[in-house]
């Protein structure tokens, strides 16, 4: 079993920067391919970033040139940094984990963005 905690999410302006966070658990983190979602109020949970256990890493095209995903590996954590954020933004934001094709999900972080 693989635990994901998500963090960092918060009240930010438009324009503004925000970090998230994401903590997997287990001995094998090197080798996850690890995500961040989101899901605005009404809407489809949505694909934002992955990254690869090589550190390959693919964005959503709304996200290119505003949003990073990076991992740590000797802390087993993901960032995803996020920059010029938009109202549009506010959403939760979660976290996943692909361990040999079975999926771990966190509890997700709020973000809001105000206009």
């Known amino acids: 079993q693989v635990q994901v905690v998500e963090s960092g999410g918060g009240l930010v302006q438009s324009g503004g920067s925000l970090r998230l966070s994401c903590k997997a658990s287990g001995s094998v983190f090197s080798l996850y391919t690890m995500a961040w979602y989101r899901q605005a109020p009404g809407k489809q949970r949505e694909l934002v970033a992955t990254i690869t256990s090589s550190g390959t890493t693919t964005y959503a095209d709304s996200m290119k040139g505003r949003f990073t995903i990076s991992r740590e590996y000797a802390k087993n954590l993901v960032y995803l940094q996020m920059n010029s954020l938009r109202p549009e933004d506010t959403a939760v934001y979660y976290c996943?984990?692909?361990?040999?094709?079975?999926?771990?999900w966190g509890q997700g972080t709020q973000v809001t963005v105000s206009s």
């Open positions: 996943q984990a692909d361990c040999a094709r079975t999926l771990y």
